[in-house]
Every structure is written in C-alpha cells, then in structure tokens.
C-alpha cells in the first residue's frame, strides 16, 4: 500500500476524536495520521495529543474547506503518495479506508468517494437534505457527464497528483460538491465505492435545517461560477 495519510479536520469534537483515533489506530495499514484543529474552544488538541498523534492547530475557525485545504497542503509537504479525509464525528467507519485505497490503486482513480447511496443498505437521512442530495446528483452528474451519487461525502481518497491541485484550489465553503466538479474539470477522474456510515453521536451538523437552503444556493453558484473559470494548470 502506498504511504498514506490521514486527514481528520475537527472542530469541538473533544467527544469524539479519541475514539476515531483509536479506530483508525486499529486498521491493519501503515497509516499515518493528521488532526486539523480548526480553532476549536474545547480540549479537542488534547485529546489528540494524549495519543500522540500530530495536531496542527489554527489560529481561528477557518471552516471545513481551509481546515481540508491545510491537511493537504501538509501532505503535500510531507510527500504522502495519498491521502484519505475522514471526518472527526465518528459517522465515517476507518475500518473501510483500505477499500478506498484499494479502489484507487485498482481503477486508476484520481480521487474515490466513499457513498452512502451506493449498494443495498442505503442511508437514511432528513427530507432536506434527502432533497440537497438529489439536487447535487442531478446537476453534477449532468455537468460531469457521470453520475455521483454522493456529492457531499467527507470520505474521500486522492493520489499525490490530486493532492497537489487540492492544497492549492480546494473551496472554503462547503467545499464537497464544489471540488468534485473542479477536479472532473480539470481531468481528474473520479470513482465511488459504497460505505457504510453511521449517526453522529455528539454536537449538531453546520449546516442546519435554517441554513440548508442558504447552503444549497450558495454551492450551485460556485459551481455555475467554476464552469466559467479556465482550466487551472494541475
């Protein structure tokens, strides 16, 4: 397996963080990892740092798409081949990042989405965002010409060549679906594997049933925005 990285961007998980370290800590893989602490106000770096695990903490809230964008730009330096993100709530299952990884190496992929949708289990979720997800789906996979199914995963893999686009052009906000049509854009080819999630068990979302709306709108902009932008040279 190549030398592989894992991003965890966190933001007030002090709940939860130990148990997605130690999760990961179980994977049979050389993984190493890196918690983004996005000017979290509770003991979130300590509880990383009681693992010794690396914490690299900001100086602010920056939001989940600067917090993203650090862990790559880490990576990046550190000369990781890849990297996996996976979120600091517990949803995502560390146990299946070697079939993301695996589904890279197998298909050639750029960047492989870990999906919900995909697969016989399904994902339950609220009829908002049910209604984000289809819209996502719907105006993606025409302006990509492929169909993704899950346009808001937080669990993704990247070779170092995604990597190197990502620490320079990831968007601040929101940042899932906006990415997924930079990267196809600017030829990055992009696959999806099914996984399995589960409920957060602490805190609430940022995006909330008030600001579902105002999330939706503002996303389909910046990418009605991107489809006007050059190619960037990767």
């Given at each position: 397996?190549?030398?592989v990285l ?12 130990g148990?997605?370290?130690d999760e990961?800590?179980t994977v ?18 300590d509880?990383v740092?009681?693992r010794g ?5 900001l100086p602010?809230?920056l939001?989940?798409g ?10 990046l330096?550190k ?14 299952k ?7 990884i695996?589904?890279m ?7 492989i ?10 994902y339950?979720?609220?009829p ?6 289809a819209?996502?789906?719907?105006i993606?996979?025409?302006?990509l ?9 937080g669990?993704q ?6 990597i190197r ?5 990831y968007p ?6 906006e990415?997924?049509v ?8 992009i696959?999806?594997?099914p ?9 609430q ?7 579902g709306?105002?999330?939706m ?7 009605f925005?991107?489809?006007?932008k050059?190619r960037i040279?990767?």
């Amino acid at each position: 397996m190549a030398r592989v990285l894992v991003i965890i961007p966190a933001f007030n998980e002090s709940r939860t963080i130990g148990r997605v370290l130690d999760e990961v800590r179980t994977v049979p893989a050389d993984l190493d990892i890196v918690v983004i602490d996005d000017g979290s106000t509770d003991h979130t770096a300590d509880e990383v740092r009681k693992r010794g695990e690396i914490v690299i903490p900001l100086p602010y809230n920056l939001g989940i798409g600067g917090a993203v964008q650090t862990g790559f730009r880490y990576a990046l330096r550190k000369n990781y081949e890849a990297a996996v993100r996976i979120d600091s709530d517990g949803q995502h299952k560390p146990g299946e990042i070697p079939c993301l990884i695996d589904a890279m190496q197998r298909t050639g992929a750029d960047v492989i989405i870990g999906s919900r949708f995909l697969g016989t289990a399904g994902y339950t979720t609220s009829p908002m965002r049910r209604m984000g997800v289809a819209v996502f789906t719907f105006i993606n996979s025409m302006i990509l010409r492929q169909r993704i199914t899950d346009n808001t995963s937080g669990f993704q893999a990247f070779n170092r060549r995604a990597i190197r686009f990502l620490a320079e052009n990831y968007p601040h906000d929101f940042p899932e679906p906006e990415s997924i049509v930079l990267l196809s854009r600017n030829g990055f080819k992009i696959a999806e594997v099914p996984v399995c999630m589960r409920e957060r068990e602490h805190g609430q979302s940022s995006i909330s049933r008030l600001h579902g709306p105002y999330y939706m709108i503002k996303v389909l902009l910046a990418i009605f925005v991107d489809l006007f932008k050059e190619r960037i040279e990767s």
